[in-house]
Nanobody, 115 residues
Framework: QVRVVESGGGLVQAGGSLRLSCEVS????????MAWYRQVSGKQRDLVAS???????DYANSVKGRFSISRNNVKNSAYFQMNSLSPDDTAVYYC?????????WGRGTQVTVSS
């Protein structure tokens, strides 16, 4: 069993930056492709970025060039550097850490960007 905890969200002005962290607890676990999703209230949860265990990354078009995903396999952690934030980026951000094909979600961290 693993536990996923996101942190680093908050309130920031447009044009600002935030760095989210995703910590995965559990012994001797090998996490698959980790990903960041975001969800606005009343809407579906959307994939924003992903990173394989080998470090290959993929991004939604809306965040390319502004956001950067990384991970530390030793620490079972993932990070999300978000730059040039806009009000459209306001959402709850969730980390997904799959283990043996099963998704594991955190409770999310709120990101609010003011104009």
């Amino acid at each position: 069993q693993v536990r996923v905890v996101e942190s680093g969200g908050g309130l920031v002005q447009a044009g600002g930056s935030l760095r989210l962290s995703c910590e995965v607890s559990g012994r001797n676990v090998r996490i698959g492709t980790m990903a960041w999703y975001r969800q606005v209230s009343g809407k579906q949860r959307d994939l924003v970025a992903s990173i394989t265990p080998g470090g290959a990354t993929d991004y939604a078009n809306s965040v390319k060039g502004r956001f950067s995903i990384s991970r530390n396999n030793v620490k079972n952690s993932a990070y999300f550097q978000m730059n040039s934030l806009s009000p459209d980026d306001t959402a709850v951000y969730y980390c997904n850490a799959p283990l043996y094909g099963q998704d594991n979600w955190g409770r999310g961290t709120q990101v609010t960007v003011s104009s």
